[in-house]
């Protein structure tokens, strides 16, 4: 049964922003950019913020949330704000105790690896997540005029994907194989399924109160689903994933869609009709998007540790991208995946200035 009900993207919102306009393929003045973890551990920002904070903490306060998104989209003056929080956080409300140590990354405690722990995850407490929804209002209340440009900066709401999701609850964190997620993938066919279908149900609410909140978009992140061969992507991933994207796009939002290390899965990835899909690195621009096809905008793709280069290498880089996408209306500037820590934020800056200098269209 649909539970969500089509509501429209405001108007003005849609029309003014670069970021939202080139998500649909409308032509803008120039390519629009921000960066994947545009607000992490790189910026001296957020560590003064996280020296008092954890980081869980910071997601699950409004203010804190909002204050962290803001600072970094001013800081480096890009065309959009994600919202400042993390994939995992459904996971309190389904019934799986979590938390992220020093050094290691995202723990599950108890890794869900049987049905009857599939069957005892929790659809129904999403109204806990509504501190997500809290912090975007106050985002979006803060960016409501347009800036100096007259551009109206673009507010990305974002989830999980089905896989990436299952992966660490199946896992318990981490991880290099995928062995226990895949053994649940191929070995049990009433688990799989009952899990991605109750993660998709989990997702959509999600997703619902970002955009009444004021998302404009919603980017979905499925960063570890490159683990997968295309066949088996078809098989156990492609069904609800495409069901997820439908069904956030009946909200009255585009869906960015993406993955690392996908060059072989993105034909497939585009038959989910995101508006979008977000290009890692390892395949220029220009051929990616032959993959997707041109019904489809895409995002991307510059390798995140080129930013650790001389600037005049790091230049030419910036430029190849913006070249690769030939101006055309539809793209979308990113990285290839996150920002990491220890990026030098001179390096982070530049490149917006160049994308801005050099992405006339
Ligand atoms: O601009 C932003 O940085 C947005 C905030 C954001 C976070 N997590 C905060 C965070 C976003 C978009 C995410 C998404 C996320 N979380 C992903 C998908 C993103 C991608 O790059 O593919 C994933 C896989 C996670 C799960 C997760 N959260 C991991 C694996 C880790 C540990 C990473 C590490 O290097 O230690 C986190 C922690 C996390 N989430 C941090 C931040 C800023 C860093 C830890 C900290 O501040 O203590």
Redesign the pocket.
């Known amino acids: 049964v649909e539970q969500v009900k089509a509501i429209q993207p405001t108007g003005t919102a849609t029309a003014g922003s670069r970021f939202v306009r080139a998500c649909l393929r409308q032509p803008v003045d120039r390519t629009p950019v921000w960066l994947?973890?545009?607000?992490?551990?790189y910026m001296p920002e957020?560590m003064a913020v996280?020296k008092h904070h954890?980081?869980l903490d910071?997601?699950r306060t409004p203010d804190i949330a909002a204050e962290v998104?803001i600072t970094?989209a001013e800081r480096l003056g890009v065309d959009a704000a994600?919202?400042?929080?993390?994939?995992?956080l459904p996971f309190t409300p389904m019934g799986l105790d979590f938390e992220?140590l020093?050094?290691e990354?995202?723990v599950v405690h108890v890794p869900v690896r049987t049905v009857e722990q599939v069957r005892a995850l929790r659809t129904d407490r999403i109204d806990e997540l509504s501190y997500v929804a809290r912090a975007i209002e106050k985002v979006t209340a803060h960016f409501s005029a347009p800036r100096a440009d007259g551009d109206q900066l673009g507010i990305i709401g974002?989830c999980?994907a089905p896989f990436?999701l299952a992966s660490?609850m199946i896992e318990g964190g981490?991880s290099r194989n995928y062995i226990e997620t895949k053994k649940l993938m191929y070995g049990d066919d009433i688990a799989w399924p009952m899990l991605m279908e109750k993660l998709v149900t989990v997702l959509v609410g999600y997703a619902q109160q970002q955009v009444e909140a004021g998302a404009d978009v919603i980017q979905i992140?499925d960063?570890?689903v490159g683990a997968l061969g295309v066949t088996d992507y078809r098989r156990y991933c492609l069904p609800s994933v495409t069901e997820l994207v439908r069904r956030i796009q009946s909200l009255g939002v585009p869906v960015i869609y993406?993955g690392?290390d996908t060059a072989s899965l993105l034909s497939a990835m585009s038959e989910t009709k995101a508006d979008v899909i977000g290009l890692d690195w390892r395949i220029p621009l220009d051929e990616g998007w032959k993959a997707v096809g041109a019904g489809c905008a895409v995002q991307g793709n510059l390798d995140p540790i080129t930013l650790f280069a001389p600037q005049d290498v790091l230049k030419d880089r910036v430029r190849e991208v913006l070249a690769a996408a030939g101006g055309r209306p539809g793209h979308i500037f990113n990285l290839g995946?996150?920002?990491?820590?220890g990026t030098p934020v001179e390096n982070v800056i530049k490149v917006i200035e160049w994308v801005k200098e050099y992405g006339a269209q």
């Open positions: 994947l973890r545009q607000a992490g551990r957020y996280r954890s980081l910071i997601c998104t970094a994600i919202i400042f929080a993390d994939l995992l992220f020093a050094g990354g995202p974002f999980g990436t660490y981490s992140f960063s570890w993406f690392v995946h996150g920002i990491v820590p």
